[in-house]
């Protein structure tokens, strides 16, 4: 459904955002604060990938903002010379929210953690994805707390022993992608911070795209969790593990590509041998992820596990739907439209009674 269909205007620029033919460069984004991250930490390769490739979107700093929750991740506005504002433990996406239905000309990001949105933040995460409000959230999984020290997290696998399971986790971890797909998100999509370009492509994928777009960002903490991706990260691990997704493409992976993945009986997906597939145990699967459905999306967000035994990368779902700061902003000019606005009537309700 277009913007025309809604009664909305049709929006130019990078999501609704107006563009310029200025020349940007990686360094007009940089702040000049210190970076204060621990040596090694992943978010060290998302803030240079962050800044080398915004300038090719067209966008000058000062339409551009970043808000943040609590959390190592959430220092993220301190380092772009962007706006920013380093907000409330798990609300930056209620925050975001109003800047977005309050400010179209903006391009709105929202960083944070594990902990941040899928704890104390869980609700307002779902709501906007479910909104699907013209932001960008992306979400820094490292698999504990960094900040407060070390505690297990919702995303820390079961059995996990930290300072606050010393015994290991009795919870059974959150997916972020299947969180984010059950609340129908409209982009949804997985990168390693170690993989710039596949990276760069998954952002810049989300910056085009008009509506939530959530990005789940395997993040290395070399302090509390080193190591929790680097079954991803080894070359030949990697082969047999990542199922990249491209779009239009077979999902085969594999050094030789010797493994894909095919449809189960009742709908859902697995992973087999590609010598072994048969007519009758079904055929390779196509990526799509314009699929209207996001059960497909899901249903490839389950292969794997906690385990990381098969990691699907890229972009699991793009799909276009109403945004709902277009939908807030057309009902405030409808109401303009129909009659003169009576705030006190508004107050007052049909409905009065006497105390």
Known sequence: MTATHLGLPELGGLAGVPVTDEPQRAKDYKSDQEVRWCPGCGDYIVLNTMQSFLPTLGLK???????????CSSRFPYYMNTY???????????????????????????????????????????HTLRRNVNLKILLFNNRIYGLTKGQYSPTSEAGKVTKSTPMGSLDNPFNP?????????????????????????VLTAAAEHRGSA??????????????????LKDRDEAARRIIPLRAGEPLTFGPENEYGVVRTRFGGLEVAKTSEITAEGGELVVHD??????????????????????????????????TYDDLARQQVEHAKASKPADLQALLNGKDTWTV
């Open 214 to 231: 959530f990005v789940e960002i395997y993040q290395n903490c070399p302090i509390f969790n080193d190591g929790a991706f680097d079954v």
């Open 289 to 322: 992820p314009t699929i209207n459905d996001p059960a497909y999306a899901f249903a490839l967000s389950r292969i794997g596990g906690q385990e990381l035994e098969h990691t699907p990368v890229g972009i699991f779902r793009n799909v276009a739907r109403p």
């Open 61 to 71: 700093p000062e339409n551009i903002v970043f808000v943040s929750g609590i959390g």
């Open 177 to 201: 992608i299947s969180l984010a797909l059950g609340a129908e998100a409209s982009f949804v999509a997985r990168a390693l911070d170690s993989d710039k370009k596949g990276l760069t492509e």
């Open 84 to 126: 920013g504002m380093h907000s409330i433990h798990g609300r930056a996406p209620a925050i975001a929210t109003g800047l977005a239905v309050a400010r179209p000309d903006l391009s709105v990001w929202v960083v944070t953690g594990d902990g941040d949105a899928l704890s104390i933040g869980g609700n307002h995460l779902i």
